[in-house]
C-alpha cells in the first residue's frame, strides 16, 4: 500500500442480532485485479435494520437457514473515490485512482445457472455486500471492489450521501420494471420511503395516467409529490380502496407497488386493484404475511410478481440523479459520522424524523 492509506481503520462489525459494534480494524489489502476504494458514503437500508433486529429472512428460524454472516462490515449503499488499482482493474471497469464509483449490491458468481443466463441479480451464491464475509460492506473508512463486482462511475459534482442513493434508486427502478406499466394505467404506490420515492419518479417516468402515492405521513406526502405523484392518500386518514375506485370508474387500480415491508400493505394492494391487475412486491418484512389467497386467484386472476435488487436499472438510476430531477436535498435528510451508527439505526427504525439515512466516515 502508499503511504498516505493508513494499515487501520474504523469500521461497524456485525457480532449477530442487536450487536454491532464500531471497532478498529486493518485496512483491507487490495487483491490482484481488484480496487481499493476510500468510502464517502454509504446509506442504511431498511433491510440492514430488519438484520439488525434478527429477522428470520437473514438469521433464519424453524423454516429457513440463516443467510446473513457474524464479523461481517454492513452497508451496501454506498459511493466512494478510487485510491488504488492495478491496470486489470482499470481496463476492466473504465475506472481511474480519483474516479468517484459504486458498485452493485451484489458481487455475482459469474458461474451460475442464473448468471450464466444474464439474471445475475439471482446469482445462487448471493454474496450481497455488508453480509457475508466474503463481501465486506461500507460501513468503514475504506472497502475493496472484487473482480466479479459491477462497478459505475458516477458523478463527483455533488453531495456524497447523494450519489449513494443510486442504489435504493436502481431497486425502485426494477420494481417499475416489472410492472410493465403503459400509458393507461393507473399506478398505486404504497410507502413515500426511499424506495416509495424512487417508485414513484420512475412510474411517473413512464406517463401513465395517474400515480397515487400512499403513506401516512403528511411530510412524506409532499415529498412524493415533488417525486411526481399526481394524488397522495393518508392511509392512516383516508379510504384508499374507496378513493382509488372512485378515480377508475369502479374498476380499481391497474398497477400496485409495494415498497414498505408492512404486513398491512399486502392486502391493502390486494384490495386496491381491479381484475387482472400487477402486484409488485419489493418491501423486505420482519415477520410473516398472511392473506386471503383467493384475491389472487378466483376473485381476480391477479398478476404477483416479486422484485429483488436493480439488475440493469443502475445507468438510469445514476442518469436520473445527475439530471437533478429528484429533491436530493429533501430525500437525503440525516448525514451522519461512522460512530453515530446507533443513532442512524435508531432513526431508521423511527421512520418519523427520517427518510434517508447515511454514514460519512472519515
Not at 448471493?126 to 457475508?132: I, P, T
Not at 453531495?159 to 431497486?171: D, Q
Not at 436535498?329 to 424524523?353: M, N, Y
Request: aromatic residues 6%.
Amino acid at each position: 500500500m502508499s503511504d498516505q492509506i493508513p494499515e487501520k481503520m474504523q469500521a461497524v462489525i456485525c457480532h449477530g442480532p442487536h450487536d454491532y459494534r464500531l471497532e478498529e480494524v486493518a485496512v483491507p489489502q487490495r487483491k490482484p485485479g481488484e480496487a481499493l476504494i476510500k468510502v464517502e458514503a454509504v446509506g442504511i437500508c431498511a433491510s440492514d435494520l430488519k438484520c439488525y433486529h434478527g429477522a428470520a429472512k437473514f438469521w433464519g428460524d424453524e423454516n429457513r437457514p440463516a443467510w446473513a454472516e457474524t464479523m461481517v462490515i454492513p452497508g451496501h449503499e454506498f459511493v466512494g473515490r478510487v485510491v488504488e488499482l492495478d491496470d486489470e482493474a482499470a481496463s476492466r471497469w473504465g475506472i481511474a485512482v480519483g474516479d468517484r464509483v459504486t458498485s452493485e449490491q451484489i458481487v455475482p458468481c459469474w458461474e451460475c445457472r442464473f448468471c450464466k443466463r444474464g439474471q445475475y441479480h439471482m446469482c445462487q451464491p448471493h454474496d450481497l455486500y455488508g453480509f457475508k464475509r466474503r463481501t465486506p460492506g461500507a460501513m468503514a473508512s475504506y472497502m475493496t471492489y472484487p473482480v466479479e463486482a459491477l462497478v459505475h462511475k458516477i458523478s463527483g459534482d455533488m453531495p456524497p450521501a447523494h450519489a449513494a442513493f443510486v442504489e435504493p434508486l436502481s431497486c425502485s427502478l426494477h420494481a417499475v420494471e416489472r410492472a410493465q406499466i403503459t400509458f393507461e394505467d393507473t399506478v398505486v404506490v404504497a410507502g413515500c420511503g426511499p424506495i416509495g420515492l424512487g417508485m414513484i419518479a420512475g412510474a411517473k417516468s413512464k406517463n401513465p395516467i395517474r400515480v397515487i402515492a400512499l403513506d401516512m405521513a403528511p411530510e412524506k406526502l409532499e415529498l412524493a409529490k415533488l417525486c411526481g405523484a399526481d394524488v397522495t392518500i393518508n392511509i392512516a386518514e383516508e379510504d384508499v380502496d374507496a378513493i382509488v375506485k372512485g378515480m377508475t370508474d369502479g374498476y380499481g387500480a391497474d398497477v400496485y407497488l409495494e415498497g414498505t415491508g408492512h404486513p398491512s400493505a399486502v392486502p391493502q394492494g390486494l384490495n386496491a386493484l381491479r381484475k387482472l391487475g400487477r402486484y409488485v412486491e419489493y418491501g423486505v418484512f420482519g415477520s410473516d404475511v398472511t392473506v386471503d389467497w383467493s384475491i389472487i386467484s378466483d376473485d381476480k386472476e391477479l398478476d404477483v410478481l416479486g422484485a429483488h435488487l436493480g439488475p440493469y436499472c443502475w445507468p438510469a438510476a445514476i442518469k436520473m440523479i445527475e439530471s437533478g430531477v429528484l429533491p436530493m436535498d429533501r430525500i437525503c435528510t440525516h448525514q451522519l459520522p461512522l460512530a453515530d451508527f446507533q443513532k442512524g439505526l435508531d432513526l431508521v427504525a423511527s421512520g418519523k424524523e427520517s427518510v434517508k439515512v447515511s454514514l460519512i466516515p472519515a
